[in-house]
């Protein structure tokens, strides 16, 4: 069983990799637009499908028809979003990998991520989502408050760029000691790079870093506590 949200049918293909079942959240880049709640998992095992299908009538896990019509619509420009996006964050995460402020950059198309070799040998790309440190959790607060561009969300895949604060938002309820352990630090931001254009992003991206060595209080409740 495999989650390929994060890649969409577009860039990867896990069936053909041999997976037994696929899911994805529909909500991400399928849909693309952030307006629906929706999933899907796929096999080409004919028996699991039908252990899927009872299950999925037993537990009434079925979408609605408008949700399946803007999943539908999603579909149609699948392949241009996809596209837009990963070219958007591939430049994005070159620069953020060259930037003195920040710690650490990981995106699967730069040659340091831990999976790259893997991913050019099964995958037709690297996705658009980029994951960064900077030096510490205060400096970390301080360019999430300054984005202006990037949305404060959790989700992603949509047209639009949004930045997650993962300690404060999404693994906010996980003990500190499993957070080590899975690399979730309060340094650490999420980005999901939409389809806007290159410039304004990398304009937001930037500014943002050259504010975190400004003093000033936040509106946020992301104020470190040291």
Do not use: W
């Amino acid at each position: 069983m495999m989650d390929n949200t994060f890649m969409s049918p577009m860039l990867q293909n896990p069936l053909e990799l041999g997976a037994d079942i696929v899911m994805h959240s529909c909500t991400k880049y399928i849909g693309g637009h952030s307006d629906i709640i929706m999933g899907a998992v796929i096999t080409n095992d004919e028996e699991i499908y039908k252990k899927m299908k009872k299950y999925s009538g037993l537990l009434g896990c079925c979408p609605g028809p408008h949700d399946c019509f803007l999943a539908s619509r999603g579909l149609k420009t699948l392949h241009l979003r996809v596209e837009r996006a990963e070219q958007n964050a591939s430049k994005l995460a070159d620069i953020l990998a060259k930037h003195p402020k920040v710690k650490e950059t990981m995106y699967p198309g730069l040659p340091s991520f831990l999976g790259h070799d893997l991913l050019k040998k099964q995958a037709k790309g690297f996705g658009s989502m980029i994951t960064i440190r900077l030096e510490d959790a205060g400096k970390a607060a301080k360019f999430y408050n300054a984005l202006t561009l990037f949305g404060h969300a959790v989700s992603l895949g949509g047209v639009e760029s949004l930045v997650s604060f993962p300690t404060k938002i999404t693994h906010k309820s996980l003990p500190e000691a499993l957070k080590a352990k899975l690399g979730i630090s309060d340094n650490m931001m999420r980005l999901s790079i939409g389809i806007e254009d290159f410039d304004d992003l990398k304009d937001d991206l930037l500014k943002a870093l050259d504010a975190v060595q400004i003093i000033f209080l936040s509106h946020s409740f992301y104020i470190p506590q040291k």
